[in-house]
């Protein structure tokens, strides 16, 4: 992109975050910033407070503006250009020059004779100087051979057009004296405007001047009067410029305003959109977190799993490693033990066997020892927990008896508050079903106050537009009936205008009628001025009254041309009151659609602008052209100079240009009334770049209004706004998509006004070769132009065929069709494009020629020739191009003919699928608005009537609310006390149903007991009888120890110790059992298998250790027991079905027995040991306890 200062520029940054930036550039170059040395930087400065400067950086400036207005960005930055730099304010024009402007006129004033000569050239190119300036005049005149009298020349005098009053400039030149046999009959001068921009001085002649008295026949006042008209119209020309810049200056502010405007709002609805993002992200971000936590939780929770299955596979594994090594051992042990029974067979010896099997004994023997030694301890552990055991059962049963009392009770009271319960439960029920009422009602209160609020908003604002838009209706039928009545105005005027126009008209008629008659007086006197010249016998006064008729002919000259130049002024003001008058029906028609006040200012200001400035440009370009032709007549006439070939080539160039800007606004016009109501919108954005545009064309108009036309400065702006037509048709596909008709008409009147230019080039090429007065006579037949002339007849053929295609294609859109070209329309934009070029580079290549030789002309006549002519034509336009141009002309003229006659056939046309135009469209929605505003207001009615309703049924039902509400709190503190009681109660209840289970427990237990001590007492007996009286212990083989008792004492045998430790193990496990069977006894649906599984293993279990311990005792009893001293004492046996007591003990214990009924039921199992002597036993180290060994090392495994 090509940036310059001035322009209006969008700029994207990304950092910190995406942000977009619209402001001006005020400085375009490096910025000393370290480490982006040689990056351009663009200094923009912003309409708000968003930049990060003032202009400078590194505390160097650049430009100025207001702090935190500036901003330096690198080039790349820029995203795109919004608008162009604006153009200068026009400058005053300077006035009008006086008598140093003015061209003089020959007078013919005789003079002495002069050697013959020949007649000097200059170039008569329009300068600022026209003193610079001569012309090639013969004025020698006829003479004898001998010699002739000196005679006097014509002299010319001059007057300015535009004070008629000024002194005139004198010129004189020496006639020779010679005989003019040698000399050249002279050229006719080259009269042009005496009120050019550009003046040109009158060839001077060769005669001196003198000073006549006509110079001088104007008044001192009138003199005085028209130079106090002239100031006061110099100072009126600048007041009027200085409004012009000024009105320029308020547009200018206008439109920077709007542009901060749109800045302004593109700005909100950014930081609306970044406000959205920024509410979505976050809400992204909370999303993500809450991800983030659960599965940080996750992640925890898979660790901790980890960490527990890590524990589990090392304590596994250490389990392993323990069972390895057991197995390991008895691994080990099961081999010694084969070795050792391999070592014994029968081919041993009886001696070795005996000591294998004694040694095998012995360690059985040990493994035995030991078993019995951990047997003694568990024993031990047992006796105690039983003795603990019983005291815990006496209190409870001491407690059972105000257990079941207060039980009663307590299930009373359970019976009762079970119905009270029942009933709060059903108040509670109620009045959460309340609750949820008033909360629903509540919700639905406040959406209907939410709508109800939102409703009369909308209320309220469609009431402020009702009432905006029917002051807006009034006030658009008050400006139609304005417009109305100055559109009847503006039609009377124009009735006055036509009709002072053909008066004017007629008048033209009749002065170019004696313009001519004049012209022909002119130039017959002319040609009797050269022949007085030749004859050289004129008198002065005959050369007064000739000098008098021919300034009487230049002063009718100018009158005529103040005639055409009103009329021309006349035409332009008519034309644009026409066009005002237009713009203010079609106004009125937008009017009429009842647009809104809000709705036409925004089209005002942006749309509707941009269109009807692309109308008035489409329209003053083509008025322009227009004047342009009929002020050139004939702009290659015979009789006019070299110099002025080149200005008609220029004006032909500007009069295409204006036709490209007519052809091009009038497309854009029409596509912008078809487009879509975004589209035209979106052209609004146009309106600056058809500002320009316009400046431009109106520029040109005043300036042939004014007369003062400068041809070089009308062309360039000219071409600069064809260019910017050209670059909006391009860079906006809507606008040249909307409308294909347009489209092809558009391309094909480019190509006729390319083709126009181009014809117009050789015409001046053949022309001004024709117009230069060469050295050697005949020299224009040595100039070759036989180039030209096929490429010439060529483009004139193309012209006439384009003509026609055209006016085709105007018939076609007339009745809303267009062609379906065969190529479709890319081959017209081709030709189109290409002749555009051409014409650029063969007006320039024209130009260049025609300069060139004019300059030739000015400096060295004499170098003026055909060769050098010839040579400058071979460069500029060289054959190959002509022949390439030819060829290519060719191949168009017979597409374009394909195109006309296919173009002609009904078949081959489609229809134009015309749209509503934009402001018809919005008028349309906004219709529908208003129909939709009425429904929603009555709407609005319905509702508030509903909501009425509602309001008084939310009232009745608040009341209902508040009653319940009463109750509620009521029945809530009825609740809180029963739950109270509840609780109280729930207690109770179980610690009724614990105290039930640990009685029947007991029962069980006392009833298991007294079965027991039953079975014992009656095995007891019946052992004491089987027993011999007297019979002594047999000695012992191994051990004895003989002792004295003197007297009784009390001693306690092993066996009896062992017996106690059982009956404490068996105790144990029987409370264990009963825990457990409380503990699980509410879930017998649920492990019923499980737990039958558990207490027959359990079971099991006391049985196998009970019939261990019998064992063991069985064991230790099986030698005789000495006979103990002392009644006191009896003996104990011990059975595989339990022990037994003499019949004292009997007797005792069914005292005790008889004694716990009587008070609550059977006491506990006391045991108490009678006073006996100490028994020796026999060593049993070799009896047989395997069994015995087996079920141990099963127990120590389970274990």
Not at 690 to 703: D, K, P
Not at 781 to 790: I, K, S
Not at 944 to 956: D, G, H, I, K
Not at 1083 to 1101: M, N
């Amino acid at each position: 992109m090509e940036f310059k200062i001035g322009q209006t520029v969008e700029v994207r940054l990304e950092r910190p975050k995406p942000t977009t930036h619209r402001g001006v550039i005020r400085y375009i170059g490096p910025v000393a910033v370290p480490g982006q040395e040689g990056i351009e930087f663009v200094g923009i400065e912003l309409p708000t407070a968003t930049g990060k400067n003032d202009g400078s950086a590194q505390g160097e400036r650049y430009f100025k503006c207001a702090p935190m207005h500036g901003l330096f960005v690198g080039s790349d930055k820029v995203t795109k250009i919004i608008e162009q730099p604006r153009p200068a304010a026009p400058k005053a024009a300077p006035p009008k020059p006086t008598a140093s402007s003015a061209r003089s006129r020959p007078s013919s004033v005789s003079g002495a004779p002069q050697p013959p000569s020949r007649p000097a050239r200059l170039s008569a190119i329009g300068t600022s100087k026209s003193s610079t300036l001569q012309s090639r005049l013969s004025a020698a005149a006829k003479s004898p051979a001998n010699g002739a009298p000196p005679s006097r020349s014509p002299s010319t005098t001059s007057r300015t057009s535009a004070t008629s009053a000024a002194p005139s400039r004198r010129l004189s030149t020496v006639a020779s004296s010679q005989p003019s046999t040698a000399a050249r009959p002279a050229r006719k001068p080259s009269v042009s405007s005496a009120t050019s921009a550009e003046p040109r001085a009158a060839p001077p002649t060769p005669t001196a001047r003198a000073p006549t008295e006509r110079t001088r026949q104007i008044p001192e006042a009138e003199y005085r009067r028209l130079q106090k008209q002239q100031e006061d119209t110099t100072e009126l020309e600048a007041e009027v410029l200085k409004l012009r810049s000024e009105n320029e200056k308020v547009k200018s502010i206008c439109a920077k305003l709007e542009a901060k405007c749109q800045q302004n709002r593109d700005i909100i609805s950014g930081l609306r959109e970044e406000v959205a993002k920024i509410s979505q992200l976050e809400a992204e971000k909370e999303k993500l977190e809450r991800t983030i936590q659960e599965r940080d939780d996750l992640l925890e929770l898979a660790t901790i799993d980890k960490e527990m299955a890590e524990e589990q596979k090392e304590q596994v594994e250490a389990e392993l490693e323990s069972e390895r090594a057991v197995i390991e051992e008895l691994r080990l042990e099961l081999e010694i033990k084969q070795e050792e029974t391999s070592f014994i067979d029968d081919d041993m010896p009886e001696e070795e066997k005996l000591a294998v099997m004694l040694r095998k004994a012995q360690s059985e023997r040990d493994r035995y020892r030991e078993g019995l030694v951990r047997l003694r301890d568990i024993s031990k552990e047992q006796v105690k927990d039983l003795e603990a055991r019983n005291r815990e059962l006496e209190a409870q049963a001491a407690h059972v008896e105000t257990v079941e009392a207060d039980l009663a009770a307590a299930n009373a009271n359970v019976v009762r508050l079970d119905g009270f319960v029942a009933d709060l439960r059903e108040q509670l029920d109620t009045n959460n079903e309340m609750e949820e009422m008033n909360e629903e009602l509540i919700e639905k209160t406040q959406n209907l106050e939410d709508s109800i609020a939102s409703l009369q908003l909308e209320r309220k604002e469609l009431s402020m537009m009702i009432e905006v838009s029917n002051e807006t209706i009034n006030d658009y039928a008050e400006h139609a009936d304005e417009l109305e009545a100055e559109l009847e105005m503006r039609d009377a005027q124009l009735a006055d205008v036509s009709r002072q126009r053909d008066a004017t008209l007629d008048e033209m008629t009749e002065l170019q009628g004696l313009l001519s008659k004049y012209q022909t007086a002119a130039m017959e006197m002319q040609a009797q001025i050269r022949e007085l010249q030749a004859d050289k016998a004129t008198t002065e006064e005959e050369v007064k009254d000739v000098t008098g008729r021919f300034n009487e002919v230049m002063d009718l000259q100018r009158r005529l041309r103040n005639a055409g130049i009103k009329d021309t002024n006349r035409q332009i003001d008519s034309s644009l009151q026409q066009l005002a008058a237009r713009e203010a029906q079609e106004q009125l028609a937008m009017v009429k659609h009842y647009l809104t006040e809000s709705a036409y200012t925004d089209f005002h200001s942006s749309a509707v602008q941009a269109y009807f400035r692309v109308k008035s440009v489409s329209f003053k370009a083509d008025l322009t052209a227009s004047v342009f032709r009929r002020t050139t007549t004939d702009p290659f006439g015979t009789e006019k100079g070299p110099e002025q070939v080149l200005d008609a080539l220029v004006r032909h160039d500007v009069i295409g240009h204006f036709e490209y800007i007519h052809t091009y606004a009038e497309h854009i016009w029409a596509a912008m009334a078809s487009c879509s109501l975004e589209e035209f919108t979106k052209a609004g954005q146009l309106y600056q770049e058809f500002e320009s545009v316009l400046r431009t064309v109106e520029g040109c108009m005043g300036a042939l209004k004014r007369d003062e036309l400068n041809l070089k400065d009308s062309l360039d702006s000219a071409r600069g706004s064809y260019n910017v037509l050209g670059a909006i048709y391009r860079s906006n596909g809507y606008l040249s998509n909307a409308r294909p008709d347009s489209t092809i008409i558009l391309h094909s009147s480019i190509i006729r006004s390319s083709l126009d230019r181009v014809r117009s080039v050789f015409d001046a090429v053949k022309t001004f070769v024709s117009r230069v007065e060469p050295v050697y006579e005949d020299v224009e037949d040595h100039v070759d132009l036989g180039a030209f002339m096929e490429p010439a007849q060529t483009v004139t053929e193309t012209l006439n065929v384009i003509t026609k295609f055209g006016t085709v294609l105007q018939a076609l859109q007339k009745d809303n069709l267009y062609p379906n070209l065969p190529d479709g329309i890319k081959g017209l934009v081709e030709i189109s494009e290409s002749l555009d070029r051409f014409a650029n580079k063969a007006n320039e290549n024209a130009v260049a020629f025609i300069r060139l030789v004019l300059g030739k002309l000015a400096k060295e006549p004499e170098a003026v020739d055909a060769t050098l002519m010839s040579g400058h034509l071979e460069t500029l336009f060289p054959r190959d191009m002509l022949g390439k141009l030819n060829e290519f002309l060719q191949d168009a003229r017979s597409r374009i003919g394909q195109w006309n006659e296919h173009a002609s056939v009904p078949n081959n046309c489609l229809e134009v699928q015309l749209q509503p135009a934009p402001w018809v469209v919005k008028a349309q929605q906004i219709e529908a608005e208003k129909k939709q505003s009425i429904d929603t207001e009555k709407k609005l009615h319905a509702m508030t009537s509903e909501l009425q309703s509602a309001l008084l049924q939310v009232r009745e039902r608040q009341e209902t609310i508040e009653t319940k509400e009463l109750e509620i709190e009521h029945l809530r503190a009825r609740n809180q006390e029963s739950a109270v009681k509840a609780g109280t109660i729930e207690a109770l209840q179980a610690e009724l149903n614990k105290a039930h289970s640990e009685r029947k427990a007991y029962r069980a237990e006392i009833e298991t007991l007294q079965a027991e001590i039953t079975r014992l007492e009656r095995e007891g007996v019946q052992r004491i009888e089987d027993t011999p009286q007297g019979a002594q212990a047999a000695p012992q083989p191994t051990r004895e120890r003989s002792e004295t008792i003197e007297s009784p004492q009390s001693k306690t045998s092993g066996a009896f110790v062992t017996l106690v430790n059982a009956l404490k193990e068996e105790n144990k496990w029987l409370r264990r059992r009963q825990r457990e069977e409380r503990l699980t006894a509410d879930l017998d649906a649920v492990f019923t298998k499980a737990r039958s599984e558990r207490a027959a293993r359990v079971k099991a279990d006391a049985r196998r250790k009970q019939a261990l311990a019998a064992e063991m005792l069985e064991m230790a009893f099986t030698s005789n027991l000495r006979d103990v001293r002392g009644s006191a004492i009896r003996p104990l046996e011990i059975s595989n079905e339990g022990f037994a007591v003499d019949a004292k003990t009997k007797g005792s214990v069914a005292s005790k027995s008889r004694r716990g009924k009587g008070r609550s039921g059977a006491a506990p199992l006391t045991l108490k040991t009678d006073e006996m002597k100490l028994v020796y036993l026999d060593d049993v180290s070799f009896v047989d306890l395997s069994p015995v060994a087996d079920e141990f090392a099963v127990e120590v495994l389970e274990y």
